[in-house]
Nanobody, 119 residues
Framework: QVQLVESGGGLVQPGGSLRLSCAAS????????MGWYRQAPGNDRELVAI???????NYADSVKDRFTISRDNAKKMVYLQMNSLKPEDTAVYYC?????????????WGTGTLVTVSE
């Protein structure tokens, strides 16, 4: 079994910064892409940022130049540095990982961490 645990969410004022972390654990042979998604109330879950094992990244247009994804493959962790936060960034942020185990390759999700951007 694979677990993804996010941390780092909270309340921040507009223009502020937060850093999210996600740790993967369990019976992992390898981790392929790791990324972050978010879901605001009433909206569908959307991609925020994703990084391949080789370091290739892809960002949502709405967060480019403000958010930075990084990962530590040895520690099985992925991070999201969020700067210049806006109220519209308020959402539950979910960690996602494409993981290979003895049972095969599968997407896993964390339970989410709430980010609230407000005065």
């Amino acid at each position: 079994q694979v677990q993804l645990v996010e941390s780092g969410g909270g309340l921040v004022q507009p223009g502020g910064s937060l850093r999210l972390s996600c740790a993967a654990s369990g019976s992992i042979l390898s981790i392929n892409a790791m990324g972050w998604y978010r879901q605001a109330p009433g909206n569908d879950r959307e991609l925020v940022a994703i990084m391949s094992t080789s370091g290739h990244t892809n960002y949502a247009d709405s967060v480019k130049d403000r958010f930075t994804i990084s990962r530590d493959n040895a520690k099985k962790m992925v991070y999201l540095q969020m700067n210049s936060l806006k109220p519209e960034d308020t959402a539950v942020y979910y960690c996602n990982a494409d993981v290979s185990t003895w049972r095969g390759r599968q997407d896993y999700w964390g339970t989410g961490t709430l980010v609230t951007v407000s005065e």
